[in-house]
């Protein structure tokens, strides 16, 4: 990590031990990093200790607050850390996925726009053939929304990973709950003007099954992302 790094990284985590130290571990080698921040919310497992022995800060929740709830945690815990270091510029907010592993060193790209003031968020599109988190009537529900609120139709509108300057942030609050997030994260900020730019990555992540489990997660996604566009159409 940079000693004088600005750019910090937030990695919303639920029962990720298995890949969150690889995650840790790649993200602290992204340039301009001098922070990564683990919000565990919640896990049942090893997670946090496995991200505090892999070198990243971690905060728990004792209850899970949902995806959402973590993204707020980590900025307001970045943010009052650039206060007490008297910040007189903040950190830029990097977020990932916990289950990147050691593809997560391939996100540099993201904050280039973002460090170079010529976006105010940036959104990864993965090059990799993979299933993102939501499956296709998810995706295309967070799609259709954002192209009825905005006019744009973004390519991967449920990826998580994501670049934003503090003050693209502030703007986005209070972030929409649970996986309505992503979002209700893009309809804000080009509802208020925000530069959004969409950078391809080589990135993966677990692949969305298709057992019991998975079906639930999707059902939680759509009924998330139904919500944000809910209260913004």
Wanted: net charge positive; charged share 25%; hydrophobic share 40%.
């Amino acid at each position: 990590m940079s000693p004088s790094g600005d750019v910090a990284v937030i990695i919303p985590a639920r029962n990720e031990s298995d890949r969150i130290g690889a995650t840790v571990r790649a993200a602290a080698t992204l340039p301009g990093v001098d922070l990564v921040l683990v919000v565990d919310d919640g896990s049942a497992d090893q997670t946090r200790v496995i991200a505090e022995r892999a070198g990243a800060s971690v905060i728990s929740h004792a209850r899970p607050r949902g995806k959402g709830g973590a993204m707020e945690t980590g900025a307001e815990a970045v943010n009052l850390l650039d206060k007490q270091e008297g910040r007189q510029v903040p950190r830029h907010l990097l977020f990932l996925d916990a289950d990147l592993g050691d593809t997560a060193k391939q996100a540099g790209p993201l904050t280039e726009p973002v460090r170079g003031g010529e976006a105010d968020m940036t959104i990864a599109v993965f090059t990799s053939i993979i299933k993102l988190g939501g499956h296709g009537f998810v995706v295309k529900l967070s799609s259709a929304g954002i192209k009825r609120a905005t006019g744009w139709t973004p390519t991967q509108p449920l990826n998580g990973q994501r670049c934003l300057t503090r003050a693209a942030f502030e703007a986005a609050r209070p972030i929409a709950p649970g996986f309505g997030a992503e979002t209700a994260l893009t309809i804000d900020l080009l509802r208020k003007g925000k530069r959004i730019t969409e950078v391809e990555v080589p990135l993966t992540h677990r692949a969305t099954g298709t057992d019991w489990r998975a079906q639930l997660h999707r059902a939680r996604q759509f009924a998330d992302v139904g919500r944000a566009l809910a209260r913004r159409l």
